[in-house]
């Protein structure tokens, strides 16, 4: 079964630089979650999009913006990257409430 | 905001033994979740549970919701090495594009 995708996978980015992650949802699924994961650390919730418009917000900073396109795909956007924003990105989808999870982009800032 | 609190952090445990987590909520959910983690690698949807009561099984996996929605357990039967990993528990309130909370995690490792 198709799964939800995730790339890049690994990136590896210059602090104040900027990178962008693309996370293509599972077909017919129209709600997109993005999630930060710290080593060690639970996933924390950045931000959601249902039916394109943005539904729920968590602690994503404002270097940070995101948005979900005509096709559900989406994008999140990470600008002025700080070493603090190493971590593994995870894009979720759902159709109503069962939300699966892509393998995640891992992003290292230097 | 929400938290929610699971126990135990950790287990190690013998190859065969059952597991046993939970999780509890100062807040009631919609919706209780679990996942199973490995390192490096997306959450893996276990079990989604609905309503309050509801019992669902996944194989050797068992998991409640909370009759008052503030909590959840996970059960694993007959343990095996490939159960190891992180386990997360995860609530949601409300409609779809609501925040998912997560939990911080039960980290099993069994022993052969």
């Known amino acids: 079964a198709a799964g939800v995708i995730q790339s890049p996978r690994h990136l590896i980015k210059e602090k104040r630089e900027t990178a962008t992650l693309k996370c293509y949802p599972i077909?017919?699924?129209?709600?997109v979650y993005w999630y930060q994961q710290g080593p060690g650390q639970d996933p924390q919730f950045l931000i959601s999009?249902?039916?394109?418009?943005?539904?729920d917000k968590g602690s994503i900073p404002d270097r940070f913006s995101a948005q979900q396109f005509s096709d559900y795909h989406s994008e999140l956007n990470m600008s002025s990257l700080e070493l603090g924003d190493s971590a593994l990105y995870f894009c979720?989808?759902?159709?109503?409430?069962?939300?699966?999870f892509g393998e995640g982009s891992w992003l290292t800032v230097v | 905001g929400q938290q929610l609190n699971q126990s135990p952090q950790s287990m190690f445990i013998q190859e065969g033994e059952d597991v046993s987590m939970n999780c509890t909520s100062s807040?009631?959910?919609?919706?209780w979740l679990w996942y199973k983690q490995e390192p490096g690698e997306g959450p893996v949807l276990l079990i989604a549970?609905?309503?309050?009561?509801e019992l669902t099984s996944n194989g050797r996996l068992t998991a409640q919701f909370g009759i008052t929605r503030k909590d959840s357990f996970l059960n694993i039967s007959a343990s095996i090495p490939s159960d190891v990993g992180i386990y997360f528990c995860?609530?949601?309130?409300?409609?779809?594009?609501?925040?998912?909370?997560f939990g911080g995690g039960t980290r099993l490792m069994v022993k052969p």
């Open positions: 979720a989808s759902s159709h109503e409430n069962t939300i699966y």
């Open positions: 077909p017919r699924h129209d709600t």
């Open positions: 999009f249902y039916e394109k418009m943005q539904s």
């Open positions: 807040s009631i959910f919609n919706t």
């Open positions: 549970l609905y309503k309050a009561g």
């Open positions: 995860a609530g949601q309130l409300g409609n779809a594009g609501n925040m998912l909370t």
